[in-house]
């Protein structure tokens, strides 16, 4: 039972999942360049915002942050392979190198514990730019580390926090706007959905610090992430090749729905 009014981490996650249910739904077989596609992207951008929020939450009140950074660790290390052989096997990967979104997660989490670690500054400021280069083999580059780092600088300050998610958001999409029309010059437009990141700022502003939720659910989380792999990867072969990656497919999306393993908050503040 919540005693505050808002949305509760649990109800974030869910967000998240059916945001990122549209987006990849949208990818296989949604044109990118019609209404409809878009305004699923735009649904899609608020993933990416609302779990690094919860990353940097899930720092702040986890009650034991080696066990945190081991758990995500494995995870980015077995997802960052899942999601490298789902793209080689499926023939998508174009010859470069997608590590995952929570391979990058997992590098935000290095990068905030670096700042808080009591090292010198020039050895934070090396390792930290370390991990931004990292970064780049993964989903979400630089600004997937920007943003929980930046949201724990200011974990005191919702209004701080607020503000620079706009700013930073902004100024992200439009790059992508702008390189998006730029390369696709028939059609300017075709990047615009990047700006639906936004969208993850009153959903952010409205989290009153309760977990919520119940440990049971994580397993229809877990089905719905394979069922979503299973769409965007449709070029596989379906059940036999599921099967044979189950524990792949299961570990990338613990680290996004499972209560246990993504973060521990307190019922009430």
């Known amino acids: 039972m919540n005693c505050k009014k808002g949305i509760t981490a649990y109800q974030l996650k869910v967000i998240a999942i059916v945001a990122m249910t549209f987006d990849h739904i949208a990818w296989m077989w949604v044109p990118v360049v019609s209404l409809p596609g878009q305004c699923m992207h735009i649904i899609g951008r608020i993933t990416a ?11 702040i009140h986890t009650h034991d ?23 080689r096997r499926a023939g998508m990967a174009g010859g470069g190198i997608s590590l995952g979104m929570i391979y990058t997660l997992f590098l935000a989490l290095l990068a905030i514990r670096t700042y808080d670690s009591q090292i010198s ?10 991990l931004f280069l990292l970064s780049l083999l993964g989903d ?3 600004i997937g580390l920007i943003w929980p780092l930046m949201l724990y600088v200011y974990r005191e300050d919702k209004k701080a926090q607020l503000k ?25 437009y075709i990047s615009l959905f990047q700006f639906g990141m936004l969208s993850a700022i009153p959903l952010i ?28 990867h449709n070029r596989l072969c379906g059940l036999e090749y599921l099967i044979g990656n189950l524990q792949l497919f299961k570990s990338e999306f613990i680290m996004y729905l499972c209560p246990d393993c993504s973060f521990q908050i307190m019922e009430c503040r």
């Not at 915002?49 to 720092?59: F, H, N, Q, S, W």
């Not at 620079?164 to 300017?188: H, Q």
């Open 164 to 188: 620079l998610l706009m700013y930073t958001s902004t100024l992200f999409a439009a790059l992508l706007a702008l390189d998006g029309a730029i390369s696709n010059p028939e059609c300017p």
């Open 205 to 232: 502003g409205a989290y009153n610090g309760a977990l919520g939720g119940k440990r049971g659910g994580k397993w229809f989380f877990y089905s719905m992430h394979a069922v979503l792999r299973l769409v965007k």
């Open 65 to 87: 942050i080696r066990k945190y950074t081991l758990r995500l660790g494995l995870f980015a290390v077995v997802s960052a392979l899942a999601f490298y052989l789902f793209e």
């Open 121 to 130: 500054e020039i050895k934070k400021s090396l390792i930290i730019a370390a």
């Open 140 to 142: 979400w580059a630089v």
């Open 49 to 59: 915002p609302v779990m690094c929020y919860l990353l940097a939450e899930g720092y």
